[in-house]
């Protein structure tokens, strides 16, 4: 199950900053191809998320995690970059 979610970590991550991208830089060049783009990425990116938050709860209690390191990784699906700094950090056994 960890594997998955380092997996799934990764996959969150890369869709946020695809997301972000699109919006920074192909929307105010491209609207239309901007608009094309966004719902596919978005709703990648939203299953990914969703799938994220649920397997860190599933995770909890199998890794021992405290309150404090399961907020951390929770918060970390807000964060760009965040969810690579958690795969890093805590899915070692994977």
């Given at each position: 199950m960890l594997k998955i979610f380092k997996v799934v970590a990764i996959l969150e991550g890369i869709s946020?900053?695809?997301l972000f991208s699109n919006m920074l830089f192909i929307?105010?060049?491209n609207f239309e191809l901007y608009h094309s783009l966004l719902y596919p990425i978005g709703m990648s990116h939203g299953?990914?998320?969703?799938?994220?938050?649920?397997?860190?709860f599933i995770l909890r209690k199998p890794?021992?995690?405290?309150?404090?390191?399961f907020s951390l990784i929770q918060l970390a699906s807000l964060i760009p970059f965040g969810t690579f700094y958690v795969e890093k950090k805590y899915c070692v056994n994977a």
């Open positions: 946020y900053l695809v929307k105010p060049n299953v990914l998320f969703i799938g994220y938050v649920i397997l860190a890794q021992k995690w405290d309150f404090k390191t």
